[in-house]
């Protein structure tokens, strides 16, 4: 069970890192369009679909990622001293009766979106020549189908954190830096960096 539930993890985490290229893309775009129309005066009129199009590609693949490293926001002000069991009760319920029905619409009405805009090879109308929205929105149900795995995923933690007490464990992903190995690493000491601090702080030959 646990390899199964860490395969979705992984499924969720390679699309969610895959598809985090586009924040380079999009940016790299819109440096590139802010220098073509202010610079060259030569502005791209389909440039600001392209770009909500990205932005919203982006936004709906990495939805799966963040639910798989359990990174949406929550409301832990009371949550976070809840025991595991309560905690798994709440989420477990909260799944079954808001997630599941709203991520199931969600890719059922994607589909249809889908399917429509390629039977009418569907293209942006905010220009003459308007790039084409049918890949746009073949996204959103494949990402709703993959955020739908990783919900049932989060419900069997649910069911496996009640019957254990505690909960399971997911796939390591990146990981914010440990300080104290850092300086273990690199071989620096806390007396070293309070010595730099000092002379930053108060320089040699600075007597003011």
Request: hydrophobic share 50%; proline share 5%.
């Amino acid at each position: 069970m646990q390899k199964l539930l860490l395969a979705v993890d992984k499924l969720s985490t390679v699309v969610g890192q895959a598809f985090s290229w586009l924040i380079l893309v999009l940016t790299l775009m819109i440096s590139w369009e802010v220098f073509s129309r202010y610079v060259m005066d030569n502005p791209h009129p389909w440039a600001f679909d392209v770009m909500s199009m990205m932005y919203g590609t982006l936004f709906m693949t990495a939805g799966a990622y963040t639910l798989s490293k359990n990174g949406h926001v929550r409301g832990d002000v009371l949550y976070g001293f809840f025991p595991p069991r309560l905690q798994a009760g709440l989420d477990l319920a909260l799944y079954i009766l808001f997630f599941i029905p709203g991520v199931v619409a969600m890719a059922w009405a994607g589909y249809n979106f889908a399917a429509e805009s390629w039977a009418i090879n569907e293209h942006s109308n905010i220009t003459a020549n308007g790039p084409p929205v049918y890949p746009f929105k073949t996204v959103i149900p494949i990402a709703g189908a993959i955020l739908l795995a990783q919900g049932l995923v989060e419900i069997v933690r649910c069911i496996v954190c009640l019957k254990q007490g505690e909960w399971p464990s997911r796939g390591e992903d990146v990981e914010e830096v440990d300080v104290a190995k850092l300086k273990e690493m690199v071989h620096v000491k806390d007396e070293d960096i309070a010595k730099l601090d000092e002379y930053v702080v108060h320089p040699k030959g600075n007597h003011s």
